[in-house]
C-alpha cells in the first residue's frame, strides 16, 4: 500500500493502528514541507526537521501517524543516550533475579520464564517499529542532544537491510519490505552540525517561523478549533480578529529585536494570544485584553508569556524598548 500526507486528518482511515495518535493533530503545512514528507515516505529516507524550539516540528510526526492511521513510536533524545536504546533493552539483572526465586519458591505465579532470553528483552520505538506490520511513523526528537557519533550509529539500522541483532536471545529482526517505517528527526543544533555521512542520508527540510499576521490567524483559527474538539462541553469563543491581527504584528517585531538572546515562537505567541483573549481578569469575568492598549509605548503584558531568558525579560518591558 502507498501512504501519501496531504495535511488533511480528515482523511485518516476507519481502522487505524491502534498505536496511531486517538487525538487529531491540528498542523498547517507548507507545500514544500508536504512534498518532503511524501519524498522521505517514497525514499525510504529519513526527515531532518531543523528550525526554531516551539516552530511545531514535533507536531508534524504526531500529524503524519494521525492522518496515515500509522502508528506512532516517540524516542526523545538525552544526552546520555545510546542508540541501542532505540532498539531494545535486556535486563540481565531481572533475568538472574528470577532464577535466584524460582529456586527458594515450590510455586512461582511468574509469567517470565528464566528459561526463555526472550522474556526480558523489551523494544524501543524503532525495534516496535521494526516489528510492526503496517509501517509506522518514528519521531526521533533532538537528536542534537546526543554525541557525535549517535546519528552516524542510527544509519546502521535504518538502512537496507533494515534489521539489527539481538545478542542476548540470537534474534535477528527485520522490517518487513512493505512496513519499513517512516522516520522524522528533529534537530535544534545545540550542539553544531551533525555527521556529514548522516545529512547524505537524509531529506532536509527548515520549519520556518510564519512570518505574516495572516499565517498567524489560520494557526489561531485551527489552535482554537483543536480546543473546542477537546473539550465539546464548553463554549470556546476565538480571539476576535483586530486582536490576532495586532498581536501577531507586535509579535513580529519582537522577533526582529536582534537583542533577544532566544527569539520567540509560534508555541509562545500562542500562549500568549490565550492570556489576551481569556486571562484578564474583570470582576470575575474574562474579557479579552483591550486591542487599544497593545500599541508603541505602552507595557508589553504577560511578558514572562514571550521572554524566557533573564536578560530579554529585564530588557523588554514595554513595546517602545522593542525598536531601542
Known amino acids: 500500500m502507498t501512504y501519501q500526507f496531504e495535511n488533511n486528518p480528515k482523511k485518516r ?16 503545512a507548507p507545500d514544500e514541507l508536504i512534498d518532503a514528507v511524501n519524498l522521505a515516505i517514497f525514499l525510504r529516507r529519513p526527515l531532518l526537521l531543523e528550525g526554531e524550539a516551539g516552530c511545531g516540528k514535533t507536531r508534524l510526526a504526531v500529524a503524519v501517524a494521525y492522518e496515515l492511521g500509522l502508528p506512532f513510536y516517540r524516542w526523545d533524545i538525552r544526552s546520555t543516550t545510546k542508540a541501542q536504546e532505540g532498539l531494545y533493552e535486556y535486563d540481565a539483572i531481572l533475568r538472574l533475579h528470577d532464577v535466584q526465586t524460582q529456586k527458594l519458591e515450590t510455586e512461582n505465579d511468574n509469567q517470565r520464564n528464566p528459561n526463555n532470553p526472550q522474556d ?14 503496517k509501517p509506522a ?11 557525535i557519533d549517535f546519528p552516524n550509529d542510527l544509519l546502521a539500522v535504518l538502512d537496507e ?12 529482526i527485520t522490517a518487513k519490505s512493505d512496513c519499513q517505517p517512516i522516520v522524522i528527526i528533529t534537530s535544534n543544533k545545540e550542539k553544531g552540525n551533525l555527521p556529514a555521512p548522516f ?19 489560520q494557526i489561531v483559527d485551527i489552535h482554537y478549533q483543536h480546543k473546542q474538539q477537546l473539550d465539546t462541553e464548553k463554549k470556546i469563543n476565538p480571539p476576535h480578529s483586530a486582536l490576532v491581527e495586532t498581536a501577531a504584528n507586535l509579535f513580529i517585531n519582537i522577533r526582529k529585536d536582534k537583542g533577544l538572546f532566544k527569539i520567540p515562537g509560534t508555541s509562545e505567541f500562542l500562549d500568549w494570544l490565550d492570556a489576551l483573549h481569556l486571562c484578564q481578569s474583570n470582576q470575575n469575568q474574562n474579557p479579552p485584553y ?10 508589553i503584558p504577560y511578558r514572562e508569556l514571550i521572554f524566557k531568558i533573564r536578560q530579554d525579560w529585564q530588557k523588554n518591558t514595554s513595546f517602545s524598548q522593542l525598536s531601542s
Open 290 to 299: 483591550p486591542v487599544d492598549q497593545l500599541k508603541e509605548g505602552e507595557r
Open 120 to 133: 526480558y528483552r523489551t523494544f524501543g520505538a524503532i525495534g516496535k517499529a521494526f516489528r510492526s506490520e
Open 137 to 147: 511513523v518514528i519521531l526521533i526528537d533532538e537528536i542534537d542532544k546526543a554525541d
Open 199 to 217: 545529512l547524505r542520508r537524509c531529506i532536509y527540510y527548515y520549519v520556518k517561523f510564519p512570518n505574516s499576521p495572516e499565517k498567524l490567524q
Open 13 to 28: 482511515p476507519s481502522n487505524a493502528h491502534p498505536d496511531s495518535p486517538k487525538k487529531v493533530e491540528p498542523y498547517i
Open 161 to 172: 537491510p533494515w534489521e539489527f541483532k539481538i545478542r542476548e536471545t540470537g534474534e535477528t
